[in-house]
């Protein structure tokens, strides 16, 4: 029970990575405030909470529209009794598109929904989070905003501005008790992530650990973020992407070994 009597609020929270937290956080002992845009999926992960015996609301709310924040957080403050001790900013979008055929109006709504809606949460959390002390804030970010690659110019740059806005707000919120910390995940096994065979070959030729992620891989390291284990942490981005950031090119093992090619090549011409 290490988060026994705290508070939190986890966006996203109806399904996939979101939904593992939700539950984890109550395991754990926190009253949670369950919040998607999908009022009916929040509900349900509600009601699984209540049922093994924890406390947790559900509230409907767009996080990247100001005025449904803003009554996310009245209703979260009115079930909390205006305490709050850890924001999980995990609502967020797949988005994948060629560059040049990229609407702006879908630019707009992946940074909206991305990153905007960050902005918009941490604010009314920490506005909270002052009168008490402080508190724990955690970013889902992607290695997706850490690596180039195609097709994620609308989220991988949403990702990166995550990163960057843990950083600043880490030093900003710092004196005032306010940890922020993100979390880079690398693919994770969720309804996010439909990609065809060759996709999924494709990165797991680039995952040393050789698997996918599950969603428990990401709510576990939220929940240390979230407790006083992490208390000297802040304005890191914590990666859990099975080696995927630190690889390039990954050789297999038995080439390595049996294949001499270190050294000087006598036969190249240049
Ligand atoms: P998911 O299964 O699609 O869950 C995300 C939840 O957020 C969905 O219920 C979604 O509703 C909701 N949501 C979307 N827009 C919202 C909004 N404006 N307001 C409130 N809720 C909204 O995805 P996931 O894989 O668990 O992803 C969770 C987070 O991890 C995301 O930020 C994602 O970018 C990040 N991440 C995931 C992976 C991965 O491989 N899965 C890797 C790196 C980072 P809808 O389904 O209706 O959109």
Redesign the pocket.
């Given at each position: 029970m290490r988060l026994e009597g705290k508070s939190a609020i986890i966006?996203?929270?109806?399904?996939?990575?979101?939904?593992e937290m939700a539950l984890r956080f109550s395991a754990e002992g926190a009253a949670v405030v369950v919040?998607?845009?999908?009022g009916d999926?929040a509900v349900d992960v509600a009601a699984e909470i209540t049922k093994r015996g924890g406390r947790a609301h559900a509230v409907t709310?767009?996080?990247?529209?100001q005025t449904q924040v803003e009554a996310l957080f009245d209703e979260a403050n009115n079930f909390l009794d205006g305490r709050l001790d850890v924001l999980v900013n995990?609502?967020?979008?797949?988005h994948h598109a060629a560059f040049l055929e990229l609407d702006v109006k879908d630019w707009q709504h992946v940074l909206n929904?991305?990153l905007t809606?960050v902005f918009l949460c941490t604010q009314q959390a920490g506005r909270i989070m002052v009168q008490y002390g402080g508190g724990s804030i955690i970013n889902?970010?992607?290695?997706?905003g850490q690596r180039g690659s195609t097709g994620r110019i609308a989220?991988g740059t949403a990702?990166a501005g995550i990163h960057q806005l843990t950083r600043i707000l880490g030093v900003e919120l710092g004196p005032m008790g306010i940890r922020v910390n993100a979390i880079?995940?690398?693919?994770?096994?969720?309804?996010?992530?439909k990609m065809g065979p060759d996709q999924r070959k494709r990165y797991l030729e680039r995952l040393p650990i050789g698997r996918?992620?599950a969603?428990g891989d990401?709510a576990a390291i939220a929940v240390f973020l979230a407790t006083e284990d992490a208390s000297f942490m802040t304005g890191s981005i914590v990666n859990a992407d099975g080696g995927f950031d630190a690889a390039g090119l990954i050789f297999d093992y038995d080439e390595l070994v049996n294949v001499k090619s270190d050294g000087r090549d006598p036969d190249f011409k240049p």
């Open positions: 966006t996203g929270a109806g399904r996939g990575i979101g939904k919040t998607d845009i999908v999926l709310a767009d996080v990247s529209d995990n609502a967020g979008i797949a929904t991305n809606s889902i970010g992607s290695i997706s989220y990702k880079a995940p690398g693919p994770i096994d969720t309804g996010m992530t996918f992620g969603a990401i």
